[in-house]
């Protein structure tokens, strides 16, 4: 095998000029970065050395050793994980494995020069959004990945780069099977030498690594400070012991972890789920509901559960183990009864898998129902992070559908900035109040203003504000709460508010349009008539009809949809839909 140079694809340029030069304040993301590859690395080789029996340096203790050299200027993160073969380092060293992820780092870009993002709000942002591998180049001169794969016939290589938009593969002389990336250091980098620096970015970025972390310091004269080096992480599987075992300190700890690292003030979880179940299925699961929704939460390729068999991650994003409408959870789930040779593909359909889901979901739940009867406020923060995505679960999900209802939550016309249950409607309803009244529209501002609710509100009898594009979709198949009716204040007459002498009129009105005849003849000789015909001559086809009406009380008119068909929200939406 010979030396060889190559060009980096054009993205990989672009980023790595973007995270060199400007993307980042802090630069020190890029240890935690290396020590989740090299985490991720040996997870890789505990799983294909359970079903490949051919691979190499299955005797291997899996850990990851970072060895700081002051004498050399180097830092050095090794391990003993799957490692890579020529071809596999050109494919991941030289790509980017997430598409739009150089399309997301440019915004993020042009946010922080526009000067949108504060610095806490960019770090945020790059928590959910690693970069991984070339996040190395902010403090590199040079990187060099010493590799050796574990497959049968591989031999080891070394991928070279400056980040100056080539890199070299050469031989190598690694014997044992993993990476080892060496990184000579900046001159403004000296800082990733100190061992209270590197030991305090491990316990903060990487102490849930399940595998131990170790530090080598070796001195500006060669001297090795740490001939047996110490493990510096706690690498337990913290999912595993008994919630009596552990301290809120040690929930925040792991939490962070779950959430790639970065935890701003104010974004704490809303709550937490630690379970244990031993029959019919054993599993632990610890899961978050996240104090702020993920960037990806509307993605394709987002994160979700990480699923673990017998310590061994089988998953990295497991989206299985919960509904859909429950993407928004995250954290670890971790079970005795998977079996760890068969494909993934196998294990999503495992019928142990349904069994635990079916278990998380009702838990899910629960903590929700929780949190919305005893934490009003939490709850409504929640609301708004991922009231859109619980919503489709009426869709999708009818087992759950009763308890679904009872988390749904509007903002109300007489309750102000208050969220509304629907229980807590009905129970506050007037009793001549027949129908659940509600308006639609994208701005809930305007829906506040609007004069169809003027003759309800004259009634005393509440309104819940539906601004949500999902919203009218949740209605239809909701259709009725508690034997009360949904009704839309800008659709057909409004009987239940109306006075009591128009009321036969309207319920007539409902039924056909010979009721919409007889009333016009019953209004013939009414003063009002001139206008109402100059009205139809001026609307003429665009109207359906134009009447008198005793909904309005202060203003002079408004539009109103006709009864049974479609609200005018409803038509925006479908047209939305349209391709
Ligand atoms: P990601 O980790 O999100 O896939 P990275 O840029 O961090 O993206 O890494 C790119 C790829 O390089 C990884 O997916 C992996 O295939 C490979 N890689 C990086 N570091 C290692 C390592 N220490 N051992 C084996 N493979 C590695
Ligand atoms: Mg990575």
Redesign the pocket.
């Known amino acids: 095998m010979s030396s060889e140079t190559h060009e980096f694809k054009a993205e990989v340029a672009a980023l790595l000029n973007l995270v060199t030069n400007s993307l980042y304040t802090n630069s020190e993301i890029f240890l935690r ?1 290396l020590i ?3 985490a ?2 040996l997870d890789k080789a505990r799983y294909q050395a359970l079903v490949d029996s051919e691979l190499g340096g299955k005797e291997l203790e899996p850990h990851i050793l970072i060895t700081a050299n002051a004498q050399a200027n180097t830092l050095t993160i090794e ?1 003993t ?4 073969t020529r071809e ?1 380092a050109g494919q ?2 030289g790509t980017i ?2 598409s739009g992820t150089l399309a997301y780092l440019k915004q993020i870009q042009e946010a922080k020069a526009k000067g949108e993002l504060s610095e806490a709000g960019e770090v945020n942002l790059i928590g959910q959004f ?1 970069v ?3 996040s190395a180049f902010m403090v590199a001169e040079e990187v060099s990945v010493h ?1 050796r794969s574990g497959k049968p016939g591989s031999e080891p290589i070394i991928w070279r780069s400056k980040g100056d938009g080539r890199y070299a593969v050469e031989p190598g002389t690694r014997e044992a099977r993993g ?1 080892s ?1 060496e990184i000579t250091l900046k001159g403004e980098a000296k800082e990733f030498l100190d061992r209270w620096r590197l030991q305090n970015l491990i316990k903060r970025y990487s102490n849930y690594v399940i595998h131990p972390i170790k530090l080598r310091i070796v001195d500006a004269e060669g001297e090795d400070k740490d001939p047996e080096p110490k493990q510096i992480n706690a690498a337990s599987a913290i999912w595993a012991k008994s919630p009596s075992e552990l301290e809120d300190e040690d929930y925040q700890e792991f939490y962070k972890h779950v959430m790639g690292g970065f935890v701003l003030p104010g974004d704490e979880p809303f709550g937490k789920l630690h379970y244990s179940a031993d029959a019919p299925i054993q599993f632990h699961a610890l899961l978050f509901v996240p104090g702020r929704a993920p960037a990806d939460l509307f993605q394709e390729d987002r994160k979700s559960l990480q699923l673990y068999a017998r310590r061994v991650l089988v998953m990295e994003n497991c989206d299985s183990l919960l509904p859909q409408y429950l993407r928004f959870i995250r954290g670890v789930v971790d079970s005795e009864d998977l079996p760890l040779n068969v494909s993934r593909e196998m294990l999503q359909e495992h019928k142990s898998l349904s069994a635990i889901r079916r278990q998380l979901t009702r838990k899910a739940l629960k903590l929700l129902a929780e949190l919305a009867s005893d934490e009003a406020e939490t709850y409504a923060k929640l609301w708004k992070e991922f009231g859109p995505v619980i919503k489709e679960g009426l869709h999708t999900d009818s087992s759950q559908r009763k308890d679904l209802i009872e988390l749904l939550r509007w903002r109300s016309v007489a309750k102000g900035e208050d969220l509304v249950s629907l229980k807590a409607y009905v129970e506050a309803m007037p009793e001549d109040q027949k129908s659940i009244w509600y308006i639609a529209g994208p701005d809930e501002a305007a829906l506040r203003n609007s004069p169809h609710l003027e003759a309800v509100n004259a009634k005393g009898q509440d309104v819940l504000l539906m601004s949500d594009a999902v919203d009218e979709w949740v209605l239809q198949s909701l259709a009725e709460y508690e034997g009360k009716s949904f009704r839309s204040v800008t659709q057909g007459e409004l009987e239940d508010a109306a006075d009591e002498d128009d009321k036969d009129d309207d319920a007539k009105d409902e039924d056909s349009e010979d009721a919409d005849e007889a009333k016009k003849d019953e209004r013939e000789a009414s003063p009002i008539d001139p206008l109402l015909n100059l009205g139809k001559v001026v609307f003429g086809e665009r109207l359906r009809d134009v009447r008198a009406s005793k909904r309005l009380v202060d203003s002079p008119s408004c539009l109103v949809d006709a009864a049974g068909g479609m609200s005018r929200n409803m038509e925006r939406i479908l047209r939305m839909a349209q391709p």
């Open positions: 970065e989740s590859n090299a991720d690395a391990d994980g799957i490692g890579m596999e991941n060293l494995a997430h690693g991984g591998f070339y590799t990476t990336i």
